[in-house]
């Protein structure tokens, strides 16, 4: 099992910005991808940004330009550095984590984002 614990969240004005962590524990030997989905209210959950062990990033079109994940591979952590909020950025925030040999896929608990003046 893998657990992961997402810390940053918070309420922000347009065009400012934040920062989110997570951290991995557990069986983490076997995790390959992680990255950062949200959900907004009334909406799926959706991709934010990818980011695999060797650095490889993906990241949703409505982000891009504005956001960056990075990673630890040391640390077991991985970030999303978010600039230029906008209103429609406003979410709960999910870390993932993805097992390499099983597929299976690992959710934090959701951090929420506000954005709003």
């Known amino acids: 099992q893998v657990q992961l614990v997402e810390s940053g969240g918070g309420l922000v004005q347009p065009g400012g910005s934040l920062r989110l962590s997570c951290a991995a524990s557990g069986s983490i030997f076997s995790i390959d991808i992680m990255g950062w989905y949200r959900q907004a209210p009334g909406k799926q959950r959706e991709l934010v940004a990818t980011i695999t062990s060797s650095g490889s990033t993906n990241s949703a079109d409505s982000v891009k330009g504005r956001f960056t994940i990075s990673r630890d591979n040391a640390k077991n952590t991985v970030s999303l550095q978010m600039n230029s909020l906008k209103p429609e950025d406003t979410a709960v925030y999910y870390c993932?984590?993805?097992?390499?040999?099983?597929?299976?896929?690992?959710w934090g608990q959701g951090t929420q984002v506000t954005v709003s003046s």
């Open positions: 993932n984590a993805r097992n390499g040999i099983t597929l299976k896929r690992y």
